[in-house]
């Protein structure tokens, strides 16, 4: 049996766990030897504004736009949910199955004083796999 933590691998560290006041762009992802990944969004306490995710794509790692097609959403979502409360605190999962290589999720903020902790996550797993 092999181990899951030799599997997958945690691409950039795009966010670690911390309270948001304000708009972010989090740390790029690089997909170039995945086969399968998933990018989690996890809130963790919200107490004011509203925070607003889209993701976006580069071939270069440098010119980046946005993009709605290429995402495979968790079972019965079809888009981003917006955070705004504590029942909309939810953890959000979501995959890339576009052509570029890099990517980055955005989380646009409004009206955010003591804002909400929030952290995302890639696991992305590997082309080449450990033989035990």
Not at 25 to 36: G, K, L, Q, R, V
Not at 91 to 113: D, E, H, L, M, N
Request: glycine residues 6%; contains cysteine; aromatic residues 10%.
């Amino acid at each position: 049996m092999k181990a899951i933590a030799d599997v997958y691998s945690v691409s950039g560290a795009p966010k670690a766990p911390v309270a948001v006041t304000g708009t972010f762009t989090s740390a790029a992802i690089d997909f170039a030897n995945a086969i399968e990944n998933m990018i989690v969004i996890n809130p963790g306490l919200w107490t004011d504004g509203t925070y607003t995710f889209s993701f976006t794509d580069s071939a270069d790692n440098t010119t980046y736009a946005a993009n709605t097609t290429d995402l495979v959403y968790q079972s019965g979502n079809t888009a981003f949910n917006v955070i705004s409360s504590t029942a909309t605190a939810l953890v959000q999962k979501f995959s890339y199955i576009g052509s570029k290589r890099y990517g980055k999720v955005v989380c646009t903020v409004a009206t955010a004083t003591t804002g909400a902790v929030l952290s995302i996550l890639s696991m992305l797993r590997v082309h080449k796999q450990p033989t035990a």
